[in-house]
């Protein structure tokens, strides 16, 4: 598993077991966020390939912004 985070202006990229709290707590600063990576899809973007990525968890919210 991945995940990307934002550390004051610093974005870091993990793999494994997050552990964004304990470095958060070192810097003093809150986690405002995570967000997960799913390796495949990472890929894909950084091939220029994002229009063939798999993502049926997507078409849900695709289908509400076309009837918006």
């Not at 990229?13 to 709290?21: A, D």
């Not at 967000?35 to 899809?41: L, W």
Request: aromatic fraction near 4%; hydrophobic fraction near 40%.
């Amino acid at each position: 598993e991945m995940s990307a985070s934002l550390v004051g202006s610093e974005m870091c990229i993990e793999t494994g077991e997050s552990h964004i709290e304990e470095t958060a707590d070192e810097y003093e600063i809150p986690v405002l966020a995570k967000i997960p990576i799913d390796p495949s899809i990472a890929s894909k973007v950084d091939e220029g390939l994002v229009e063939y990525v798999e993502s049926p968890w997507l078409d849900a919210a695709a289908d509400a912004v076309e009837k918006a």
